[in-house]
Structures are given as structure tokens and as C-alpha cells.
């Protein structure tokens, strides 16, 4: 509506056309601010007016403001992220939201340089933040879901303590090579490919890939419980490889018998 009204607006942004605005995660606004744009815009409809009838835009909305939190974590200024809603026939609200926003960041300055932080530091921060979105997404599932219509409230969904503790208490997963009995469950089942596997080698979880998300806790099979869940403490370093075979009995009684 917008273009063909022949509405003016800043030629500094870049449209990317999503299905719903719910389709907009966490990671894509972590991952635009780290590809070096200085702000990022997310329309969708107003709320209670989803066409289709999955509320989207309250997840969008619940992402954004989870993502202002982090933000103010790291050390980026978290009014470089906006969202609003508007109809599609609203063009002019739409135009003046762009320009709103190119003129916030261009006082606010480019990335990096109007936080006073190294590039390369917030880079790195944000490589991070992004390994942690699934463990992120677990954990505030059901403050993600929920549907605050009043803006008043949207400041309070998540505090920065709040944000701060989770951060702080990230978990670490690690296999017990006394208890891993190699049936590869786990390594099926992560979503990262954090684990390496083999058969009748115990398995060891890369801690560089691993995002958190507790997956293998939870397909360990009960009579094995090789999967621990640390707190506050770093994983033991994983065993040498010359150490992972594992020999069943049946094995070693054979191999006794032949020879």
C-alpha cells in the first residue's frame, strides 16, 4: 500500500516477507543484528486480528520483548528492535514507522560504534546469545505464550533480573561413560549434532555445538540414565578415544572360549 501510494520512506531498510510475523524467531533478529545491521523492524497485524487464528503476532511480540532483554544483557542498545502493528491497508503507518526507526538508529549510531563496544566483541556476545535460543525457548515456553494486550504490561513480561539469573544458570549436559551403553538414542535425536556416536562407542557431547536444550535428558532410556544435567559446573573432560570401545560380556566370554 505503501508503494502504490506513492509514499516516501527511507531506501536504508531491507524487506524480508515472512507468512506471519510469528514466523520471526528469536534467532533471526540475533542473527540480523550479527550480520551488522544497525536496527531491526518487525510488522505484523494487530493483535486479536490474526487471519490465521494462531496469534503469531503475540509470539512475535513476546520474542521482541525477550529480545530487548538480551540485548541490554550483552550490551546493545535495545532500542535498535521494534515491533508494530498495522493492517495492510495502513501504508502511510507504515512509512512513518520505517522512518521513525532509521532516524532512532542514526542517533543511536551504527552497530557497535553508539554502544562504545568492539564489533567483534558484540559479534562474539551474540554468537553465543544464538546457542542459547532453544535453551532460552524451553525455558520461558510458557511466558512465550502468553497474550498481554495491554502495552503497559509488555516491560514486565521479562524483567532484566530476571534475564540476568537465566543466563547465569545455564545448564550443561554430559555422559557418563560408566553408564553410556552406546545404543545411539541420543545422538539420533539431537537436534544440533552435538553428540558423537558410534557403535559400541560411548558417546561424548561436544560442548562447542551443544545448545542446551536438554533433548538427550530426555531420550536417555531410563535403565541406562547416562545423561547428567550440571549446574554452575563445568562438564569433566571427555575421555580419550583410546578408552570409548565399549566390550559386552558375551563378547569377551567368546573371545575367551576361542582362544
Not at 58 to 66: E, F
Not at 118 to 147: C, F, G
Not at 206 to 216: A, L, P, V, Y
Amino acid at each position: 500500500m505503501a508503494g502504490v501510494s506513492r509514499l516516501q520512506y527511507s531506501n536504508e531498510i531491507r524487506l524480508i516477507r515472512v507468512m506471519c510475523s510469528g514466523r520471526v524467531d528469536l534467532a533471526f533478529i540475533l542473527r540480523a543484528f550479527h550480520n551488522g545491521m544497525d536496527g531491526v523492524l518487525i510488522g505484523g497485524c494487530y493483535l486479536d486480528e490474526c487471519k490465521y487464528t494462531t496469534h503469531g503476532n503475540y509470539h512475535a511480540l513476546n520474542m521482541v520483548l525477550l529480545g530487548k532483554r538480551i540485548m541490554e544483557h550483552i550490551g546493545l542498545n535495545p532500542e535498535r528492535l521494534r515491533i508494530e502493528f498495522m493492517s495492510s491497508s495502513e501504508g502511510g503507518r507504515f512509512a512513518d514507522t520505517v522512518n521513525d526507526l532509521v532516524n532512532k538508529v542514526r542517533t543511536i549510531g551504527p552497530f557497535g560504534k553508539g554502544e562504545g563496544i568492539d564489533e567483534n566483541e558484540l559479534r562474539a556476545k551474540l554468537d553465543e546469545m544464538m546457542k542459547l535460543v532453544p535453551y532460552m525457548k524451553i525455558a520461558k515456553r510458557d511466558k512465550l505464550s502468553s497474550r498481554l494486550k495491554d502495552p503497559k504490561e509488555w516491560s514486565k513480561l521479562f524483567t532484566r533480573d530476571e534475564v540476568e539469573t537465566l543466563l547465569r544458570e545455564v545448564p550443561s549436559y554430559y555422559i557418563d561413560p560408566e553408564k553410556c551403553q552406546a545404543c545411539m538414542t541420543c545422538a539420533r535425536r539431537c537436534p544440533a549434532d552435538a553428540i558423537l556416536s558410534g557403535k559400541n562407542l560411548i558417546h561424548i557431547i561436544d560442548q562447542e555445538k551443544c545448545i542446551k536444550c536438554g533433548t538427550c535428558l530426555e531420550v536417555c532410556p531410563p535403565r541406562f540414565s547416562a545423561v547428567l544435567k550440571l549446574m554452575g559446573e563445568a562438564p569433566p573432560p571427555p575421555i580419550p578415544e583410546e578408552k570409548r570401545k565399549i566390550v559386552r560380556k558375551g563378547r569377551e566370554e567368546g573371545s575367551s572360549k576361542q582362544n
